[in-house]
């Protein structure tokens, strides 16, 4: 199994940023699609933002154009950039990565242990 390990979260003022940050490690052959999920007290996880291998995107709508989602496949990392945070951006976020350990192996879902954003206002 291929750990994920999440970083960047923290305390953060409303309106300001904050950039989460994910690696995969271990034995890894691909890694399809990356994304960060959150969860927030009293919901249920949800999709933030995804993105290919090959850089297709797709955020959410409470998020989409205040954050960016990036990757880089040389360091099997990917990154989240959230900016004019809000006070209902505070969640745990969880990273979530689609791989291959070896090309005959099958696709896989991983994920991090989540780390905290929390936005005072």
């Known amino acids: 199994q291929v750990p994920l390990v999440e970083s960047g979260g923290g305390l953060v003022q409303a309106g300001g940023s904050l950039r989460l940050s994910c690696v995969a490690s271990?034995?890894?052959?691909?890694?399809?699609?990356m994304a960060w999920y959150r969860q927030a007290p009293g919901k249920q996880r949800e999709l933030v933002a995804s993105?290919?291998?090959?850089?297709?995107?797709n955020y959410a709508d409470s998020v989409k154009g205040r954050s960016t989602i990036s990757r880089d496949n040389v360091k099997n990392m990917v990154y989240l950039q959230m900016n004019s945070l809000k006070p209902e951006d505070t969640a745990v976020y969880y990273c979530n990565a689609a791989l291959k350990r070896w090309d005959t192996s099958p696709v896989v879902d991983l994920w991090g242990q989540g780390t905290q954003v929390t936005v005072s206002s």
């Open positions: 993105i290919s291998r090959t850089g297709t995107t």
């Open positions: 271990g034995r890894i052959f691909a890694i399809n699609t």
